[in-house]
């Protein structure tokens, strides 16, 4: 007899002697009772639920599970400590592929982002996510790796200044996928990852209970890798390319500082207000190299900005852009793959909301938290640093990717949100 719980889906509703509940048992197993608002998130509680009373093993049993009920029962029931557990039904309306590409690719993004910042390193996240993608296309995968003194050679600045402070160097990673056989084929899209694998803020340090979670801040790098691999399991077939923007943001005598003034490659001169604003830092090297590729679409996804997770909370991602219809397109893909997200405010003049009297802008304002809109203003920022006026180019602020401590319907650590719209993006779009 199989030691693994039995979990049927139902639409009746519980015996009254359970009460309102979305979950009641009996001596065959687990019942979980669809309710007729938020059907998916109830299952996902329900499976959090099994999973806080100690159950680790469960069978998915009955034809009334779907693909994506299957799915947010998985993503409720999994934890930083397990993330196997849950066999899935074969039933006609389950595709069990698309099961196990989902999964494959939420395993990656979630070892990587709860690992600690003493095992992903910015070397060691480039490389594993090079390592992913090249498993699931070893003839159509090339990248390189550009660490250290090398990335002022090839004038990423932005890299090498927030990294320089730490022993382990930064890197660039510059991953190429291309499914066509032909090295001269256009590159259809281009995506950019803020990899910071730990954040200490740098010279504005952050407070210990700020600091504490702060090997998620590389969560950005984690969803664009994850949503490419999902997409190639999808059958994309068009070129895309990776940049992975990887760096420890720590203290030491050769740590950037505030005051600093950094020139970028494409002539923008940044005064230094804030060295905890870093990832806009890095991901402005990202951007420039995906601009130079001449990719129509670039995604860039990072864990950017407090702003973001003030002003939509933890279960939306914001959305940023200059390309109007595209934002808009990207906030459609996402509730199409069950992924919430919401567009904030980007116009041109936000470049202008962080001025400098030395440079040609500021990464920040003295403000906490950069002042009034500081998620706008980081998008801003960005947008110096992308061409074709930021045509085709939009950005992902993960307020929903990471959760600090288990709730209701997630554990504690990554979520994954993100992914999802990241591959939607890139099938429909390319």
Not at 109 to 128: H, M, T
Not at 288 to 306: C, F, R
Not at 377 to 404: K, M, P, T, Y
């Amino acid at each position: 007899m199989s030691e693994k719980m039995i979990v049927r889906l139902t639409e009746q509703a519980p015996a009254a002697h359970w009460g309102k509940v979305n979950l009641s048992f009996d001596n065959s197993g687990a019942f979980v009772h669809l309710s007729e608002s938020e059907t998916l998130k109830h299952v996902q509680k329900s499976a959090r639920a099994l999973a806080g009373q100690g159950i680790s093993d469960v069978i998915l049993e009955g034809d009334a599970w779907c693909t994506e009920s299957q799915w947010a029962f998985y993503q409720g029931f999994v934890s930083p400590k397990a993330q196997d557990g849950v066999t899935f039904v074969d039933n006609s309306q389950s595709d069990l592929k698309e099961l196990a590409n989902l999964k494959a690719s939420a395993v990656f993004a979630r070892n990587v982002i709860n690992g600690s910042a003493e095992d992903i390193n910015p070397e060691s996240l480039a490389e594993k996510a090079a390592e992913f993608i090249q498993s699931l296309a070893p003839e159509h995968v090339s990248y390189q790796i550009i660490k250290g003194d090398a990335l002022l050679e090839a004038q990423w600045i932005g890299i090498h200044s927030v990294g320089r402070g730490s022993d382990r160097k930064p890197v660039l990673l510059e991953l190429d996928y291309n499914p066509t056989g032909d090295e001269n084929a256009p590159v259809s899209a281009a995506l950019v990852g803020k990899g910071i694998t730990f954040d200490s803020g740098g010279y504005s340090i952050k407070a210990s209970e700020g600091m504490a979670t702060m090997k998620c801040d590389m969560g950005g790098a984690a969803t664009v890798t994850a949503g490419l691999a999902l997409a190639i399991n999808r059958g994309i077939d068009k070129r895309i390319k990776l940049f992975l923007c990887c760096a420890e943001n720590l203290i030491s005598g050769n740590a950037y500082k505030l005051g600093d003034i950094l020139t970028y490659k494409n002539g923008t001169t940044v005064e230094i207000l804030n060295t905890d604003a870093e990832g806009r830092l890095v991901l402005a090297d990202g951007l420039m190299a995906a601009s130079e590729t001449g990719a129509p679409l670039i995604i860039d996804a990072a864990t950017l900005t407090g702003a973001a997770l003030m002003a939509v909370g933890q279960d939306y991602n914001a959305l940023f852009g200059l390309d109007k219809s595209l934002v808009r397109e990207v906030e459609s893909f996402a509730a199409d793959e069950f992924e919430a997200a919401w567009p904030l405010p980007l116009e041109k003049w936000h470049q202008d909301k962080c001025p400098s009297p030395y440079a040609d802008t500021a990464n920040s304002r003295s403000q906490k938290g950069g002042g009034f809109g500081g998620a706008s203003n980081a998008a801003g920022f960005l947008s110096r640093f992308v061409g074709n006026e930021g045509q085709g180019w939009v950005h992902i602020d993960l307020a929903a990717c990471f959760e600090n401590s288990a709730g209701s319907q997630w554990s504690a650590g990554a979520t994954t949100l993100g992914m999802r719209t990241v591959a939607r993006t890139l099938l429909e779009k390319v």
